[in-house]
């Protein structure tokens, strides 16, 4: 009874102790890694971070509508929070590895390629599904006029919904969240495999000369945890959203600041873990 009871507000409330414990923990988990690796491995740990909080903040863009907009009753995509966010990134993580051999850079923009086209793809066939097989048009119960095209909304919202289909805004903001989603995943991938080609020829006793023997482990260990470090952070932002959210108009957007901290921290741990996997302690 105490969650029914709970108040609705509650959940975009800031907490300004969480928040300072959050980076508290942050500068812990930092402080840790020099300590272990202050050279090569502090620097892929940043990577990673920055990597995940892209992760979180960019999930805050994409359009979620759950079961409601199944039925056409709110607007977004008919899915989770977590498995769209997780399949804009992933899509943009595949395609980010293909050109890891060419550089951070160019890595991480092909990667938020990749995750920007899924998500737009996406998108628009959910668009063509809701107006030519459910006869709806798109229009947001958030705001009164889209916030890029100006189009009012009110006179399009069927009585008893909160809007429905992908407006214009929220399009856009699902190709944002996918460009970003893609790009963080991606420089995480790159990070923890420069970090792994380095170090596992020592491990595993493996000369100089046959040191790319390597890559395949490198490569399978670099995508396990870049896979699990995007959907831990895509599940954070899932409950920081709690439920639906229509794009960066949406109220809900305002949370993205807990997200964030709350990203920056997991990320920090889990990336401490994925570094300590090659790098010996100090003892």
């Known amino acids: 009874m105490t969650a029914v009871a709970a108040k609705p507000a509650a959940g975009s409330a800031m907490n300004p102790t969480a928040m300072a414990v959050g980076v508290v923990l942050f500068l812990i988990l930092l402080g840790i890694c020099y300590a272990v690796s202050p050279g090569v491995g502090l620097m892929v740990l940043i990577g990673v971070v920055v990597g995940g909080v892209l992760i979180g903040f960019g999930t805050h863009f994409v359009p979620v509508g759950g079961a409601p907009a199944a039925m056409g009753q709110a607007p977004g995509i008919a899915t ?32 938020g390629i990749g995750g920007g086209l899924m998500m737009a793809v996406t998108c628009m066939m959910v ?25 009012t909304q009110a006179e399009y919202k069927s009585q008893g919904t909160e809007g429905h289909g992908l407006p214009f805004i929220s399009f856009v903001g699902g190709v944002i969240g996918g460009i970003l989603g893609g790009a963080g995943g991606t420089l995480i991938y790159v990070e923890l495999l420069s970090l792994y080609k380095a170090t596992l020829p020592a491990m595993m006793n493996i000369p100089a ?23 831990v952070n895509a599940v954070l932002t899932a409950y920081n959203i709690t439920g639906t959210i229509e794009g960066p108009h949406d109220p809900k957007f305002k949370r993205w600041p807990r997200s964030i901290v709350a990203s920056a921290v997991a990320s920090a741990l889990c990336g401490l873990v994925a570094i300590l996997l090659v790098v010996p302690l100090p003892i």
């Open 80 to 111: 989770g929070v977590a498995m769209l966010a997780a399949g804009a990134g992933l899509a943009g993580l595949f395609g980010g590895a293909w050109a890891a051999d060419q550089g951070t850079i160019l890595a991480v923009v092909t990667g």
């Open 127 to 151: 668009n063509f599904i809701y107006v030519f097989g459910m006869g709806i048009p798109s229009a947001s119960g958030k705001v009164a006029k889209d916030p890029l095209t100006g189009f």
């Open 209 to 231: 000369a046959q040191a790319s023997q390597v890559t395949p482990v490198a490569v399978a260990a670099a995508g396990i945890f870049a896979v699990g470090l995007f959907l």
